[in-house]
């Protein structure tokens, strides 16, 4: 009972001192065609080709964000259609082989997501890297016009200094939810 009680203490402090209309936020950032606040502390990187990638002091907690033209994405890498059940979409599956994740790969069932004017889905995931690692966290997908916007938060389970619940859940939300699309971009 004590851990569950120290886990929601944690869970408030971390959400308090980082809400959305909370200062503590940073202010807002443009990288190409995506606006959006980061968490103070966490560094941001742009690799010049639509991602941004976000990463906690330790490294243990990820963010990363795609914002591509839909042409770049075959069928089979994103559903069109929320609500049915869909073959495996490869893009954000072929993420984690990449990362090197590709042992006891779980993804939950696919739910709708919304945001702003926006419609997607997202998913849950849990896997573990060949030298035993988990991994923990969740995905976004969704269009904007004739873009996809792709959102991935993760959680390495090396020091077990983070769990995808609380911190990196919160984090990947309150990032996720900050983002705006720059219409002029598309």
């Avoid at 839909?70 to 954000?92: L, N, V, W």
């Avoid at 889905?121 to 896997?127: D, K, S």
Wanted: glycine share 10%; charged share 20%; with cysteine.
């Amino acid at each position: 009972m004590k851990k569950m009680g120290l886990l929601i203490l944690v869970a408030s402090v971390f959400i308090s001192a980082c809400s959305a209309d909370n200062p503590n936020l940073t202010d807002r950032q443009t990288i190409g065609a995506i606006s959006f606040q980061n968490v103070p502390d966490f560094t941001v990187e742009d690799d010049g080709q639509g991602g941004v990638y976000i990463g906690s002091p330790d490294a243990e907690i990820t963010i990363f964000m795609l914002y591509l033209p839909s042409a770049m994405f075959t069928a089979d890498m994103t559903p069109r259609s929320i609500g049915g059940k869909y073959p495996e979409e490869r893009f954000p599956f072929e993420i984690l082989l990449i990362l090197g994740f590709e042992q006891n790969i779980e993804l939950s069932d696919i739910e709708d997501y919304e945001h702003d004017d926006y419609s997607g889905y997202i998913r849950h995931f849990e896997a573990s890297s060949i030298g035993g690692d988990p991994i923990e966290g969740e995905y976004v997908i969704y269009d904007v016009g004739d873009h996809v916007f792709i959102g991935m938060g993760s959680v390495v389970y090396v020091t077990g200094d983070n769990d995808w619940f609380p911190e990196g859940k919160v984090a990947f939300d309150l990032i996720l939810d900050s983002v705006k699309i720059n219409s002029l971009a598309n």
